[in-house]
C-alpha cells in the first residue's frame, strides 16, 4: 500500500537554526498537508498545499514557515530561524482531493528537537 | 471556530471488554467527522468517517461509530477490545464543502491488558 513518507525521523537543533523537514506524499496526491503536535498537546494543522501555492495557513504558519515542492516527488517544510517552542512531531499528509471529504494519509512524523 | 473534545484522556481495558470513546465537537456548519488511531512507533491511520447517511458507520479492525447531532458528539465503540488495540485515538473534524485541514481532539491512549 503506498504510504506518506518523512525524513528525517528525528531532527535535533539550535535555535536559531534553520531546519528543512522532508516529506514524500503518495505519488498521485495533489493535496499537501503539514500539521505539528507539541508533546501532550493535540495535532494543530499548520499549512495546506495545492497546484504550487498554499490553500489555507493556521495562524501558527508565520514568516518563519514556508512550504515547498521543489520537485514533482517531495514537499518541503523549512522553519527559518527555530525557536524552542518549536520542538514538536511534524507530520505530513497527504490526499488525492482537497475538498473535506478527501482522506488524509499521514506519514510518520519528523521530531524536531530545538536546544 | 471548530474545536473537538475527547474527555477520555487514557482508558485502561482488560481484554475483551467493551470500548466507548467519546468525541464532542463544536462546529457552525455540515461537518465531516473522523477517527483515527496511532499505534506505538506507527502512522496515524484512519480508522472510520463520517460523512452523511446512516449516523452509525463502522471502520476497520471491528470499530464503529455512532454520529448524533443533537448531541454534537461521535463515540468510538468495540464491543470487545483486544491486546493490540493498545494505542492513541483521535477524533478529528473538518468542515464541508471546501475546507480540508482537520482539527484534532487531544486523543486517548488506550491500554488493553491482557
Known amino acids: 500500500e503506498p504510504e506518506v513518507t518523512q525524513t528525517p525521523s528525528h531532527q535535533v537543533t539550535q535555535m536559531g537554526q534553520e531546519v528543512i523537514l522532508r516529506c514524500v506524499p503518495i505519488?498521485?496526491?495533489?493535496?499537501f498537508y503539514w500539521y505539528r503536535q507539541i508533546l501532550g498537546q493535540k495535532v494543530e494543522f499548520l499549512v495546506s498545499f495545492y497546484n504550487n501555492e498554499i490553500s489555507e495557513k493556521s495562524e501558527i504558519f508565520d514568516d518563519q514557515f514556508s512550504v515547498e515542492r521543489p520537485d514533482g516527488s517531495n514537499f518541503t517544510l523549512k522553519i527559518r530561524s527555530t525557536k524552542l517552542e518549536d520542538s514538536a512531531m511534524y507530520f505530513c499528509a497527504s490526499s488525492e482531493r482537497g475538498r473535506a471529504r478527501g482522506e488524509q494519509y499521514f506519514g510518520p512524523g519528523t521530531r524536531l528537537t530545538v536546544t | 471556530a471548530q474545536s473537538v473534545s475527547q474527555h477520555n484522556h487514557h482508558v485502561i481495558l482488560s481484554e475483551a471488554a467493551s470500548l466507548e470513546l467519546g468525541c464532542n465537537y463544536s462546529?457552525?456548519?455540515?461537518?465531516?467527522l473522523f477517527w483515527y488511531v496511532q499505534y506505538p512507533g506507527q502512522h496515524l491511520q484512519l480508522l472510520l468517517k463520517y460523512f452523511s447517511g446512516d449516523p452509525l458507520v463502522k471502520g476497520i479492525k471491528g470499530f464503529e461509530a455512532e454520529f448524533i447531532k443533537s448531541k454534537f458528539s461521535f463515540n468510538l465503540r468495540k464491543p470487545s477490545v483486544q491486546w493490540s488495540d493498545t494505542a492513541e485515538y483521535f477524533c478529528?473534524?473538518?468542515?464541508?464543502?471546501?475546507?480540508?485541514?482537520?482539527?484534532f481532539g487531544t486523543g486517548t491512549r488506550l491500554q488493553v491488558t491482557l
Open positions: 462546529y457552525g456548519g455540515t461537518v465531516n
Open positions: 505519488s498521485n496526491h495533489l493535496y
Open positions: 478529528a473534524v473538518n468542515g464541508g464543502g471546501t475546507a480540508s485541514k482537520l482539527t
